[in-house]
């Protein structure tokens, strides 16, 4: 059970909340922020080693067949940024983002550069499309490197 303040400053419940998680995957993230917000929440393993994103039941629930994706009383949310947001928002005593605008935005940005231009190359580096092709490899590798130095420009 978790109550959640809205900006009316009423108070909602959710009497459930479940984050699909792969060991070691950017899902983490969603789990420490709920962690973080000291939040009652149940784990379900969907193992990225085994494919079991691409199992009928999980592919069911989120078509984008891809961690994190949280359940809140049978309604469901994907992609990282949203997940962390409505976290840091329905529970804004933990502070998971910066109250200032242009502080909150620029955690937003990191938030959605990491979901769009990191995590999915990261998959794909560890899972090339085009297995055992060494060549694939290390030009899928060359452009996650770039993608990570951009961000220090
Ligand atoms: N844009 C998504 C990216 C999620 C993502 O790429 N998740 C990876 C794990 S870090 C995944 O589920 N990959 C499985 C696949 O692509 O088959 C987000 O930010 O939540």
Known sequence: MAQ????AGATKTHSSITLYHSPGACSMAAGISLFEAGLDFEVKIVNL????QTLPDFAALNPKKKVPFLVVDSAGLSENVAIQSWIAESWPDTQLLP???????RALSYMGWFGSGIHPHITRHFKPTTNGCTHARASKRRSLYAEIKALHR
């Open 49 to 52: 080693k085994n494919n079991e």
């Open 99 to 105: 109250s200032d605008p242009w502080n909150k935005h």
């Open 4 to 7: 959640q303040q809205t900006p």
